[in-house]
């Protein structure tokens, strides 16, 4: 089965029909090439920036040998490239000979639409949702279409039609995306596995099936792009350009989360949904924190890694990662290192990471039952919005003693920051709300805020000692303590 030529074109299948692209057309943002170079206008560019939803696609990926199921992404974003071995179904491929989809027969009834710019982008979100419902067997309620809506941005209508018409949908009658899917399809898919490779004058993409292979490739100049959530962005705002690139998608061993001895290993090209989707179990609280990162359409394509190695001050996922002991793996041609995520970060957006260095899993531990774990992320917004300050702590009880505590902030300074000495004095304490009341005036002493268009230092401050303040509430009413 296996095909060692290296492959010197992107495919993928667009509503059924097979599309091959090659050359620097494949660096090009996928709704770019939807409307300018396939002809299918339906899907809208408005923001550029992964923020309203307008340009929405259906993708379903096959990786590691099988097709995944349909997801909603932002194309406006997404690198032709990334959709390698992909189906996408764009709004044009919602109507059949029978007319309009059940999805946006409901648009229509329930008026979801009035200037109809952010409407393919809805009905392709709304789609995904009803596709997903149908397989899980359960009914799209008024709370699950709002969150899975949140990447989507209405000016002129108002989402209360909107949300009707998600709740009206008879699931009965949804027809599914995978009739786009033939075997001769991914029989097609099977039969290209092999690594990729496309070059130009100025310009190389390197798509590798092993990590020996990207290793050997990973040189200082070439950049690694994941899901192009924070990368994409900066190229749509001319602020990056790509000129060699490493995607690792095809690397079947990064794309699993794995739970071994109490740790979560999380390859690199694992997305935030699928963390999210794995850890409910594992770690509720840590899911619920992923619940409200970004957009579904975002998670759907930003890994942790990506986020991890973005290095923002305010990346939602550090804080926690910083006090469960997280190690980050990498590889290079000089071989394996293993770094403590509290080494990692030496100042704003500067890594312990070489440049020929791949980071090829995160690696944390899943907090005990006997231990407390509480995450929170201030931001203006509940959905689709940046944090203003990221708190995260770990408390370990005996009785009503403290025994053992661990606390991170984001976004009081240049990078996460562990708490040491905040920890200290926690510890030997009884857990009372006059200890944390206390405790919260020496967050000012270990944190050194900015103000920012987010926010002042001031309300960076006042929020930092509001947050310890906010844990012992939850804890003391979750636990009864
Ligand atoms: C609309 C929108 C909303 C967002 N909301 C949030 C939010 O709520 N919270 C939040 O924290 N972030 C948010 N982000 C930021 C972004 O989604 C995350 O940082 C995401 O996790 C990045 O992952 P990615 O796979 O897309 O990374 P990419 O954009 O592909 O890459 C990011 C960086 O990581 C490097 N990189 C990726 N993989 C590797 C690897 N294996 N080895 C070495 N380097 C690597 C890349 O070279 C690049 O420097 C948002 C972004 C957008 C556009
Ligand atoms: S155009 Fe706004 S999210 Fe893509
Ligand atoms: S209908 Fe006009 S922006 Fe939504």
Redesign the pocket.
Known sequence: MENLKIRNTIVFYLNGQRIEVTGADTLKPF?HYLRYFLDKPGT?????????????IMVANFRSGSLQKFQAI????APVFSLDLSHVVTVEGLADEQGLSVVQKAFVANNGAQCGYCTP?FVCAMTALAEDCVIENKPITAKKARNYLT?N?CRCTGYEPILKAATSIDLKEVKSLTRYVSKESLADFVSLSNSVEISGSNFKINMPTTLAEAAEIKSADTRIIAGATDLGVLINKDKFSLVKVLNLVHISELQKVQFVDGKCKVGARVTLTQLEESLKMHSPEFAEILKIFASP?IKNNATLVGNVVNASPIADTIPALMILNTVIVTLSKMGSRRIAITDFYKGYKQLDLLPEEIVTHVEFQIPRADQIFKLFKASPRKDLDISVVTFAGLFSLDQKMITDTRIAFGGVGPVVIRMHELEKKFIGRQFTQELFTTLSHFVEKEISPLSDLRGSREYRLKLGENLVKKCYTEISTEYGL
């Open positions: 709704a809208k560019i408005v923001c550029s920036e992964g923020d309203c939803g307008a340009c929405t932002n194309s406006c974003i982008g990447g941005l359409q």
